[in-house]
C-alpha cells in the first residue's frame, strides 16, 4: 500500500515540473490587455446597416406596372418586290412578298394616341398595335417627323386606355434612375433600369443633324424603338431610339429623343398637321482649348458665333459674328447639342434669351425663334427663300437665293459667275419657288439621276449645270 501511495506522489510532482518547465521555457509570452473603465468603444460597420441602406433604394414597381400596361408592341408590315423567275417575266407579274417589322410605342392618352419613332412605322402597308392585355388594333397614321424620328399613331380602342404623362427632361438629372420599357426582341412587356448617363449627345459626327439625345445605360436592344423611359414615378422622360453597338445588339450605351422635344413635335402635328420648327438663325461651334487659341480668345466654353442668317431671329436680335453664348433661359451651354436640344423643344414664334460674351463683357438679348427658311443643297451649299427684291434684282420670277456656296466647289463656280445672291429657279426640271420645293426635288431624286441645276447668276444670266 505505501509502494502505491509513494508511485501516485512521485507521479504528480513528475506532471507538475514538467508542466512547470513548459510553461518557463517553451510557450510565447503574451501581452496582458488591461479594460480601461472610460476608454471609447470603437464601432465597426456591420450587416445592419447594410440592411437598413436597403430601405433607401428606389423601388420601381409602380412605375415598371403602369409604364408596362402603357407600351404597346407595334407591328409593321411592308409590301416589296421579291425576286422574279422566269415565268413571272414572261407573264408579266411583279411578285411581291411581305416584311414584317417590330417596335414598341407609348399611349399618351385615353383616346388611344400613341407616340413611337417614325423608322418603326416608315413605309408602313398595315400597321398594327398590340396592347398588354393582349387586345389588337389597326392603327392610322396622324403624322411625323423624320428630323427627331417621332411619329404620331391613333387606335381607335372601345374602352379608355391607360397612358404615360410627360415629365420634363430638362429637370432630369445625370445619375437620375430610369427604366426603359419595350419589346425587345418580340419578347413583351420587358422592362430594364439603369442610369441617365449623359444628355444633349449628338451622335452625328458630320453635325448635318442636329441631335440632342438622352443616354442610359438602361439595357435597349432592337424592337425597344418607340418604347418609354421614364423616371423612377412613371413620368416619360424620353422615347427609347437608338443603341450604339457594333453587333447591333445593346453593349451599354443607349440613347432616347428627350420627352421635351417629342411632347412639342407631336403637339405639333395634332395641331397644325406639321412640325413648326423654330430656328435661332447663326452657324458656329462648341469651344474648347484648341479653337480658343485659333480665334484667339481666351474663352474655352460656350457656342462661338461664326455667322448670322439673314433675316433671322439673331440677326434681328443683334447677335453677330464673335459672339459667345454661353446661357439660354438661363442654362449653361458647353456645347452645341445643349443649344439645339433646347430650341428642339420650342417652336417659331417661341421666344428665347441668350447671354452672349464678347470681349469679357455680357449682355442678355430675347430672340424670337423663326421657321427654317435655309437648307443645304448638295454641290451648291446653302440656300434660303428668296425676298421681291432679291428676285427683282437679277429678274426672276421664282427660286430660291444662293447664301453660301459649298467650299470644295466655291472656285468653280465662282469661275462661273455664280456667287452668293444668285437665284436657284429649278432643280431637275421642278420648279421651285421656296426652300420645301428644293427639298423636296433632291428627296424624290433617284440616285442614278444626274443632278441638273438651273439658275440666274449674278449678272442676271440664266445657265443649266448637269452633275453626275
Not at 83 to 103: E, I, K, V
Not at 188 to 211: E, M
Not at 372 to 381: A, C, H, R, S
Request: hydrophobic residues 35%.
Amino acid at each position: 500500500m505505501k509502494k502505491i501511495i509513494t508511485l501516485v506522489l512521485v507521479s504528480a510532482l513528475g506532471g507538475i515540473f514538467t508542466l512547470g518547465s513548459y510553461k518557463l521555457f517553451l510557450e510565447d509570452e503574451k501581452p496582458v490587455i488591461v479594460a480601461q473603465e472610460n476608454t471609447t468603444p470603437t464601432f465597426l460597420p456591420t450587416s445592419n446597416l447594410s440592411l437598413s441602406n436597403l430601405d433607401e433604394a428606389p423601388d420601381f414597381t409602380i412605375a415598371a406596372e403602369n409604364t408596362v400596361n402603357a407600351v404597346v408592341h407595334v407591328k409593321n408590315v411592308t409590301i416589296s418586290s421579291g425576286q422574279m423567275t422566269l415565268q413571272d417575266l414572261f407573264s408579266g407579274r411583279s411578285p411581291q412578298r411581305a416584311q414584317m417589322g417590330t417596335g414598341s410605342g407609348v399611349i399618351i392618352n385615353a383616346d388611344g394616341y400613341i407616340i413611337t419613332n417614325n423608322h418603326v412605322i416608315n413605309n408602313s402597308d398595315e400597321l398594327s398595335v398590340t396592347l398588354n392585355n393582349n387586345k389588337t388594333y389597326k392603327a392610322e397614321i396622324i403624322g411625323s417627323d423624320a428630323k427627331t424620328d417621332i411619329a404620331l399613331l391613333k387606335i381607335d380602342a372601345d374602352e379608355d386606355l391607360p397612358y404615360v404623362t410627360f415629365a420634363d427632361s430638362d429637370n432630369a438629372k445625370i445619375g437620375e434612375w430610369v427604366l426603359a420599357v419595350g419589346n425587345p426582341f418580340n419578347l413583351t412587356s420587358t422592362v430594364t433600369a439603369g442610369i441617365i448617363s449623359a444628355k444633349s449627345r449628338n451622335l452625328d459626327p458630320s453635325g448635318k443633324y442636329t441631335q440632342s439625345f438622352i443616354q442610359t445605360d438602361a439595357a435597349v436592344n432592337p424592337g425597344n424603338s418607340g418604347g418609354a423611359l421614364v423616371n423612377t414615378k412613371g413620368e416619360l422622360v424620353g422615347i427609347n431610339t437608338a443603341i450604339s453597338s457594333q453587333t447591333g445588339s445593346y453593349i451599354g450605351y443607349s440613347f432616347a429623343v428627350p420627352s421635351n422635344i417629342a411632347r412639342r413635335v407631336i403637339e405639333d402635328i395634332m395641331e397644325y398637321g406639321n412640325v413648326q420648327n423654330g430656328i435661332l438663325g447663326i452657324t458656329g461651334g462648341a469651344l474648347n482649348s484648341k479653337i480658343a487659341d485659333e480665334l484667339g480668345i481666351n474663352d474655352t466654353e460656350g457656342i462661338y458665333v461664326d455667322s448670322v442668317v439673314e433675316d433671322s431671329g439673331a440677326e434681328k436680335a443683334g447677335i453677330q459674328k464673335g459672339d459667345i453664348i454661353k446661357e439660354i433661359d438661363y442654362i449653361k451651354v458647353s456645347k452645341f447639342a445643349d443649344l439645339t436640344g433646347h430650341i428642339g423643344a420650342r417652336r417659331a414664334g417661341d421666344v428665347v434669351n441668350l447671354t452672349l460674351s464678347k470681349d469679357g463683357e455680357l449682355r442678355t438679348v430675347a430672340v424670337t425663334l423663326t421657321r427654317n427658311e435655309t437648307i443645304t443643297l448638295p454641290l451648291v451649299g446653302r440656300v434660303k427663300n428668296a425676298k421681291k427684291e432679291d428676285l427683282k434684282k437679277v429678274k426672276a420670277s421664282n427660286g430660291v437665293k444662293i447664301i453660301e456656296l459649298n467650299n470644295e466647289y466655291e472656285s468653280y463656280w465662282k469661275k462661273n459667275g455664280v456667287e452668293e445672291g444668285s437665284i436657284i429657279t429649278s432643280i431637275n426640271d421642278v420648279k421651285i419657288n421656296s426652300v420645301d420645293d428644293a427639298q423636296e426635288a433632291i428627296k424624290n431624286r433617284s440616285p442614278y439621276e444626274p443632278l441638273r441645276i438651273e439658275l440666274i447668276n449674278s449678272n442676271g444670266e440664266k445657265e443649266r449645270y448637269n452633275f453626275r
